[in-house]
């Protein structure tokens, strides 16, 4: 939060072309709450909504009673319609995190625009997109480097691979800190202080009951996953 004149946005402003597509905003929040994603009456900022070509331009409007981090949102909801008819029928994707976030002041005003672009990402399980905040000519904030996921059951493994990549890219130093948020296929995990006695049914008994049985490099003895479950890593 700074007023330095080096904050150069991630991308330079610019208007919807003629050929913008207008979202439908009636019915919008709704299919999000379908989707199983409960907006609130504070966080229901967007006014208008057109995209083309990887990009979409949204007018933004603080609701009665609500803070920036509505606002904020509002500007997150944006990215979920460039992505296919699907999203914009009210796909859940969830924020996962962002390599860089610039305000030149807070409060945010009560009426701003917000313009998004998609990123391309090395990262297949997840949306990457820049943002810009502005006034309508210059820019009041922008986030770098957003990125988004749609919450899906995964095996453990597939996480695991996940997991090993992004540590990869993080050593390398192409990526910032990463929290991912997983719901994994039901699974009973062994870890490297695994006492056999603590697995109650043969491993082979498990797996015809649809339970997978997966031996990690980790610590910890035996730990159950499933849907419903959200783990954190």
Known sequence: LEEAPSAEP?????????????????????????????????YRGLRQLLWADGQA???????????DRGLLDSCFQAVAVLLDPA??????????GLEALWLKALPLPDR??????????????FVLANLVLHDGASPLGWIRGFRMAEPVIISYARGLEIQEGLVAERQAGRIPDQLLLLEHDPV???GRNAR????LFAAEALRERG???????????????????LVGY
């Open 10 to 42: 991630p991308f330079p402003l610019t208007q919807p072309p003629v050929s913008a597509t207008s979202v439908q905003l009636a019915g919008f929040y709704e299919d999000l709450a379908q989707a199983g994603l409960n907006y609130g009456s504070t």
């Open 57 to 67: 331009w949204a007018e933004l409007e603080r609701p009665e009673g609500g803070q």
């Open 87 to 96: 999203a914009r029928e009210g796909q859940l994707l969830l924020p996962v």
């Open 112 to 125: 701003l625009h917000c313009q998004v672009q998609l990123q391309p990402s090395q990262e297949p399980a």
């Open 188 to 190: 009973f995990t062994l």
């Open 196 to 199: 056999a006695e603590n697995l």
């Open 211 to 229: 339970f997978e049985v997966f031996e990690t490099g980790r610590g910890g003895d035996v730990t159950y996953h499933g849907p419903g479950q």
